[in-house]
């Protein structure tokens, strides 16, 4: 499946991101005191590639 909605989302240990411009980083807060930095990329299009996947993660 290609993710191509508002909401898609991607989950793995590493994504690869091709984009003309990208905004940031902002901090975020997880959970606890655990912190995390978001993103932005802009692009025509923006393209977004799982390299590496997520170990904990059900096969399907």
């Not at 499946?1 to 997880?30: N, S, T, W, Y």
């Not at 930095?37 to 390299?51: L, Y």
């Amino acid at each position: 499946m290609i993710g191509r909605d508002e909401g898609d989302k991607l989950f793995a240990e590493q994504i690869v991101v091709e984009c003309r411009k990208i905004k940031g980083p902002v901090l975020i807060h997880k959970t606890g005191a655990h912190r995390a930095q978001r993103f932005v990329a802009d692009g025509f299009p923006a393209e977004a590639v799982i390299s590496k996947k997520w170990r904990v993660a059900e096969r399907q």
